[in-house]
């Protein structure tokens, strides 16, 4: 009879656990909590994550295995008044629950530690590139001297970013969502961050340290490209492929764009204002003149008509900032972009 309730149990307990292993299974693997990772490092540091995560995932089941059984099977009834029985501890139970937690964390401490010695490891030939963050904008300097708003890389090779920031400035910090790293950029200190590009294209590059008014549009980008194409890029004197005039003002960093707006043709995928690829039919909407009039309106005092579902969020200033030679090649770089 003991026997019979006692298989019972177990049965109920595992089957409780392998539905909430399950549900939170799903929940890690289907939501999309991590960019796609572009880096040697970020794959690291993603493996990490997932070792970490199935972790979780099995002491969560257990828990929530014993929790939910005990709360059906040893709940008081309504009309019990009683004391629960006294309990004085089970020396084995809690030399087990104290053991397996201190296993696991162990595992992930070493597992930590290897991926961090990894992940500093820039090989004996690595490309350096000195990043220099002043508010609010991002400068790379490459070996041959020259200087860029944004970042270009090879694939396949280390590269070793020599980060700091401008003398008499605040601390930033460099972060590039798909390769996962953060580093701070510090007055008079240098910091390194080793990343290992393993897939092409352009990525954003964010501060993500609170710095000042501006933070939020802190912003450059990365573009990651094959071996070969880097080398021509190098010796082309490393001018990025006849970026248009437009596109540069809206990828100046001063000005950054599209750390709020989304634009397919500048790769931009902010969320925070409207996406600049319906700028079209925005403007049909707001009936305030000429597609560019509406354009140039919004730039220069955003306030003045406000696209439905979102705020007054863009900062006045725009229009004094933005030299007028600048401002009419990005009013007119948006209106030939607009679908
Ligand atoms: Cu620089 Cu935030």
């Avoid at 392998?18 to 572009?38: D, E, N, Q, R």
């Avoid at 000195?130 to 041959?144: I, R, S």
């Avoid at 969020?313 to 209106?335: H, S």
Wanted: with cysteine.
């Amino acid at each position: 009879m003991f026997a019979r309730v006692r298989r019972g149990s177990v049965l109920q307990l595992a089957g409780i656990a392998v539905v909430a292993a399950v549900i939170a299974s799903l929940i890690a693997y289907f939501v999309p909590w991590l960019p796609k990772p572009a880096g040697r490092e970020a794959d690291r540091i993603h493996f990490v994550y997932w070792f970490t995560t199935i972790i979780c995932i099995a002491v969560f089941s257990v828990v929530a295995a014993a929790l939910t059984y005990s709360v059906i099977h040893f709940r008081a009834r309504p009309d019990d008044d009683s004391d629960g029985p006294p309990i004085h501890g089970h020396t084995t139970l809690e030399i087990v629950w104290t053991a397996i937690p201190a296993i696991l964390v162990t595992a992930i401490s070493i597992v930590s530690a290897i991926v961090l010695a990894e992940n500093s490891k820039a090989g004996a030939n690595p490309l350096v590139v000195k990043v220099l963050a002043q508010q609010f904008t991002w400068q790379f300097t490459y070996p041959n001297g020259k200087t860029y708003g944004y970042l270009t890389l090879p694939k396949g090779r280390h590269v070793k970013l020599d980060i700091t920031s401008r003398e008499g400035d605040v601390i930033h910090s460099f972060w590039v969502p798909e390769l996962s790293q953060k580093q701070d950029a510090v007055p008079g200190q240098h910091n390194f961050l080793v990343v290992t590009p393993t897939r092409t294209g352009t990525f954003p590059v964010i501060c993500t340290e609170l710095c000042g008014l501006g933070h939020a549009l802190m912003r450059s980008h990365v573009t990651i490209i094959g071996a070969a194409a880097f080398d021509k890029w190098v010796k082309g004197g490393g001018q990025a492929a006849a970026v248009p005039p437009g596109l540069a003002v809206f990828e100046d960093p001063q000005n950054g764009c599209g750390g709020c707006h989304t634009l397919k043709a500048a790769h931009a995928t902010g969320t925070i204002g409207p996406d600049l690829d319906n700028v079209k039919a925005d403007a049909a909407k707001a009936g305030r003149g000429s597609l560019a009039a509406y354009i140039h309106e919004s730039i220069v005092s955003p306030g003045a008509y406000i696209v439905p579902g979102f705020t007054n969020a863009m900062p006045p200033g725009f229009g004094t900032r933005i030299p007028p030679d600048k401002l009419k090649q990005l009013v007119q770089y948006l209106e030939q972009n607009a679908k």
